[in-house]
């Protein structure tokens, strides 16, 4: 089992930037892609980012695409999301998950294990 630890999130204006980030124990890191997920309130939860194992490859949700970067640091098992750009519709909990393999896979489904969720919310 994968236990998955997220910091970074806040409160920041449109048109700003936030950092995720979100670090792994208890599998090889780079042997699993790992996903940004992210909840509004009364919405279900949504794919927003996907890295495979080796980090050599990414996925977006479109409504993020040219604005968010996933990407990973396998040596500190760590993954992050670079938000930038931000706008008040990206307002949720976003969520890190670790996926049962090594491709990217952008059902929820295919992930074992979550992050707490961390709040981020974008004034207009």
């Known amino acids: 089992q994968v236990q998955l630890v997220q910091s970074g999130g806040g409160l920041v204006q449109t048109g700003g930037s936030l950092r995720l980030s979100c670090a792994a124990s208890?599998?090889?890191?780079?042997?699993?892609?790992m996903g940004w997920f992210r909840q509004a309130p009364g919405k279900e939860r949504e794919f927003v980012a996907a890295v495979n194992g080796l980090g050599s490859s990414t996925s977006y949700a479109d409504s993020v695409k040219g604005r968010f970067t996933a990407s990973r640091d396998n040596a500190r098992n760590t993954v992050y999301l670079q938000m930038n750009s931000l706008k008040p519709e990206d307002t949720a909990v976003y969520y890190c998950?670790?996926?049962?393999?090594?491709?990217?896979?952008?059902?929820?489904?295919?992930?074992?294990?979550w992050g707490q969720g961390t709040q981020v919310t974008v004034s207009s």
């Open positions: 208890g599998r090889t890191f780079s042997m699993y892609a």
């Open positions: 998950a670790a996926a049962t393999g090594y491709y990217i896979q952008r059902e929820l489904a295919y992930y074992s294990s």
